[in-house]
């Protein structure tokens, strides 16, 4: 065949190729080492020299673009052959879940801890944990709130027949934290915490809270606003959070502060959850109190230092929206499996 | 504690300023103010005056009159009993809106009434509906009420108690105008108080101290007291604070209480002898002039008049020697007490006063020859006629003293981390009532008698006075100076973390929070829960999950849940974790995955026959127990009793081998249970030994599972046998014999 022949004879049957086996007779005819392309190839001692060159490229443009089509045919087979066998497969419900699975899910409050302590634990604060049952001394003499306080009666305490009690606040902490590891550290101390009050949607007497504190050479209260701004600005996950320091009263403290953040319900225009003022209250705080200091073996002549607290429930409550502050210890399965991280 | 503006006018000009400003940066400098009430604005009536007054025919108590109101005249029926001609009156004309209630033209006893002449409680100013308000006859007829009685438009505002329990001065309205005028850089004006002096020439009031919860007392006797009523912008501001007019004497004690945060007392001077201040014998019966009994205690402090009970000193007044309507001769009373004892003796009796809130904060002794003489003052101007029949009377046994107060400039300027003008620091304390001496390097400082009773006694004190008044907003954040230093955080920590988390992700199982206490006995007690009977302290957290357990039941299937948590077991607080889920199989492969450790069979005693001890390196810390019946397994674990590094494993991930693995299947005949031959081949070691597991169990034969395979090369078969003949003897060595 001439090459205008062969070329016609290509067209005419790669038309028909429409099996793999039609492949590999199509093969066997035009492109293996019997085929017609090699056959024409080898006319090429019949052509006069100068254009043998000519002849050599457009045979082997012609043997390409046949090998081209061909594979491209085989790839639209194959690919029709596999749908078809897929197909076969037994239709099934993708959609269906597994029955009766069991997911597991972390209390909210481990949730939220973990993320105060996350934060906490960059800016290099140890993270320390305390027991729930105290003495009087501890719980209340050893941060500065003495018999006869009228702070005592404001906190509602459990007492135990062993003349303990529950602690009433995670505060009472600092005194062990300054004795291990004082007079230069950081440390905070998340924990539980009781009080004895009649439970309702926003009061329990069982709940969390984180007492943090820092103590050193030159602890400044403008250290204070730094820290308290860097916690607030990782914990609500917001660069642009403004805070203050508003005067506030803690035994244990002195100065004590309320440390206010932009409402982030608002972006500090007013709304109702501020009260219409553009901000909320977030942490108490303060300057550690020198006898506070001092029943913690440090001297307070020569070091400073701050303390801050908050509810880690009341955190959990604003985060997820939880309403009923009695669920948290409720053992409803299903409340706890809302909360997924 | 409600505050009135009108009376906080009277001592400092706060024009030009409004309320939300108070209230912004009051709360940014002391306290916080939870909000403000206007008053008075709505009062609904003008000045007029009764032309006539007849009785109404077959009425005993209406009035018909003619009331002017300086353009027309209206006919009015009244049923008040004080109307009479000449009186000028607050009318308010048909159509006003009196109480919520638009006055049209109604018919009383046959006569139309086109308006009303208001009572104080119509007015809003008081309780009082006996009968109308009385205008003084100076009132402009045809005026606005509000112009005429400009007292009766207030802003009341709401201080947050709690925020100045800390500061007994500022619980009256004279020391909160001292603190506004620091704040807003305006002058305090002084004290208008009598010279009591002058009396010291007259007989005292005979008035013994027997006890030191009394730090001061003092008694002035008042002789013809004529006046009745108390002024209408007293009676007016009494009711805008929450007390009701009593007569003046009651209205005037409780004013100056209010004006000046003392509490004070006026006796009935006729059922008054011999005064003394102590206690009483236990048991006797005081009656209170707020008609309540009290039995004594020893703790009790009283006053007494020739040893009967007038008064529950700093709580309340007695019956006895109240004040009544025709009582014109009274002792004041201006003392100071013991705040704890007040404190007590309040709470013990349930009844917490004006009176003992305010003593309870630690009052100034200083305070009660204030009050005294400012009660001079303002008598002599309510009621001139009446006479001072005593000297200023006292005796003590404490006295409030300033306190002398020394501070590093540099301190204080590191301390807060500003820098300070220290003119503007020395004109706020001056403000405030200290006196200061600056020098090059440190302030000297002399408190006043009302911060010195427990509000201020060191330089942390100062700093905050300074601070506070200097602006908190004028601190910047500053990071501290010192780096910060890598922590190593307790060992405890990281290994619970890991638990909740296998727990959690691995094996699915939901994390729980109980309460501390419970109903199963214990040796420790919560004395003073609510929850009687659920008061013992948990010494096992078992209880508290199987009842969560038996709680979801109805609406869950496969219930699996863990709690960490505290409880205390011979009197010592320790962490338990304790798990509890539904299918028993589960559960030791969970223990196991926590814990490296190690299951002794029938001894924990938390089944009687289906239980396990868990051992770690030979000491038990905890153990299982397994209720077929209602599917429940349950382990308790000792936390504190592991090795906190035990809880966090080093190799995790060990290195597979590159060479084939075989495994070879062992049948034993045991009758006992799986943890036992587990127990016996976790000894077993072997260096082609890569572990076993239970492949089958079937009646009381166990096949086990070896895997057997080399780091260094493909096993041939003479190793294969060789392992394989091992485990066969180490297992007869231990009692366990294959299947035949
Ligand atoms: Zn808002």
Known sequence: MDISNLKKAIDQEIAGVKTEDDVFAFHQKFLSKSGEITKLMAGIKDIAPEKRGEFGKTCNAIKQDTETRLFKIQDEIKAVALREKLMSDPLVDITIPRLNTKRGTLHPITIVTRDVEEVLERMGFIVEEGNEIATEFENFESINIPKHHPARDMQDTFWLSDGRVLRTHTSMWQNYMMKKYGPSFRAICPGRCFRNEATDATHENTFFQVEGMMVGKDISIANLLYFMKEITTALLKRDDIEVRLRPSYFPFTEPSFEMDATCVFCDGKGCPICKHSGWIELFPCGMIHPRVLEMGGINPKEYRGFAFGFGLTRLAMLRWGIKDIRMFNSGNLDFLAGVTK | ?740
């Open chain 2, 1 to 740: 504690m409600k505050i009135s503006l009108n009376i906080l006018k009277q001592f400092v000009n706060l024009d030009g300023i409004t309320p939300e400003e108070i209230i912004s940066r009051f709360s940014l400098t002391t306290s916080e103010i939870d909000g403000y009430e206007v008053k008075g604005l709505g009062a609904p009536a003008i000045v007029a005056e009764i032309k006539t007054c007849e009785k109404v025919p077959n009425s005993s108590k209406l009035s018909q009159l003619t009331v002017f109101d300086g353009q027309k005249n209206h006919q009015v029926v009244c049923a008040a009993p004080n109307v009479r001609v000449g009186l000028r009156v607050a009318f308010a004309p048909k159509g006003s809106i009196v109480a919520g209630i638009e006055l049209g033209v109604v018919k009383l006893a046959g006569v139309e009434s086109h308006g009303m002449c208001l009572s104080g409680r119509e007015l809003g100013i008081s309780t009082d509906h006996d009968g109308i308000v009385e205008l003084p006859s100076t009132s402009k007829i045809g005026e606005p009420i509000t112009k005429a009685l400009p007292f009766i438009v207030d802003t009341i505002f709401d201080f947050d108690n709690k925020g100045i329990t800390n500061r007994p001065d500022l619980w009256g309205h004279y020391g909160l105008a001292r603190e506004l005028a620091t704040i807003f850089n305006r002058p305090l004006k002084p004290l208008d108080r009598a010279d009591l002096s002058i009396y010291s020439k007259l007989p005292k009031v005979p008035v013994k101290i027997e006890s030191d919860k009394c730090f001061f007392y003092s008694a002035l006797r008042i002789e013809n007291i004529t006046r009745k009523q108390s002024p209408l912008w007293m009676q007016t501001a009494l009711f805008y604070l929450g007390i009701n007019a009593h007569g003046y004497l009651v209205d005037l004690s409780n004013y100056l209480m209010l004006e000046l945060g003392q509490p004070n007392h006026a006796f009935d001077a006729s059922k008054m002898g011999v005064i003394s201040i102590g206690h009483a014998p236990a048991g006797k019966k005081f009656m209170t002039l707020k008609d309540t009994e009290v039995t004594t205690t020893p703790e009790m402090l009283f006053i007494k008049s020739d040893e009967t009970l007038v008064g529950l000193a700093g709580v309340v007044g007695g019956k006895n020697s109240q004040i009544c309507s025709d009582t014109t001769d009274t002792i004041f009373e201006f003392a100071t007490f013991d705040p704890t004892n007040i404190r007590r003796t309040a709470s013990a009796i349930g009844l917490r006063t004006d009176a003992s809130t305010r003593f309870e904060k630690s009052l100034d002794t200083n305070l009660a020859k204030l009050c005294a003489e400012r009660t001079i003052f303002l008598l002599k101007q309510h009621d001139p006629k009446m006479r001072v029949a005593s000297r200023f009377s006292f005796t003590k046994t404490k006295e409030t003293k300033p306190i002398k107060i020394k501070v590093d400039r540099t301190y204080v300027e590191d301390f807060c981390g500003v820098k300070f003008d220290w003119n503007i620091v020395v004109k706020n304390l001056t403000a405030l009532g200290f006196a200061p001496v600056l020098s090059a390097k440190a302030l000297s400082i002399t408190t006043p008698t009302w911060r010195a009773t427990k509000d201020i006694s060191m330089g942390a004190d100062i700093i905050e006075e300074i601070m506070r008044t200097y602006g908190y907003d004028k601190i910047k954040p500053v990071p501290p100076t010192e780096a910060v230093k890598t922590v190593t955080q307790p060992p405890y920590r990281a290994g619970i973390n890991r638990i909740k988390d296998i727990l959690t992700t691995v094996h699915g199982l939901q994390e729980v929070h109980t309460y501390l206490w419970s109903e199963k006995p214990s040796d420790l007690r919560v004395v003073n829960s609510a929850i009687k009977g659920c008061d013992y302290v948990r010494d096992t957290m078992i209880p508290a999950l199987v009842s969560i357990f038996k709680k979801n039941r109805a609406s869950h299937t496969n219930i699996k849940i863990f709690e960490i948590g505290r409880v205390v077991l011979n009197g010592k607080e320790q962490r338990h974790l304790c798990i509890c889920v539904p299918d028993y199989k589960e559960l030791s492969e969970i223990v196991s995955d926590i814990i490296p450790c190690k299951f002794d069979i029938g001894k924990s005693g938390f089944h009687p026959k289906n239980n396990a001890n868990i051992i770690v390196n030979g000491k038990v810390v905890g153990g299982i127990g397994v209720y077929v019946g209602v599917d429940m397994a349950v382990a308790e674990i000792v936390l504190d009793a592991i090795d906190p590094n035990l809880l966090v494993p080093e190799k995790l991930f060990p290195m597979p081998t590159k060479y084939q693995k075989n495994t070879l299947d062992f049948t034993f005949e045991h009758d006992g249970v799986y943890g036992e031959i587990k127990n016996v081949f976790d000894k077993f070691s072997h260096k082609y030994n890569m572990g076993f597991k239970l492949k089958d169990v079937y009646k009381n034969c166990f096949t086990v599972q070896f895997t057997v395979a080399s780091h260094e090369k493909t096993l041939e078969s003479e190793d294969i046998n060789d392992i394989w003949q091992k485990i066969i003897d180490f297992g007869k060595a231990n009692s366990l014999t294959l299947k035949s």
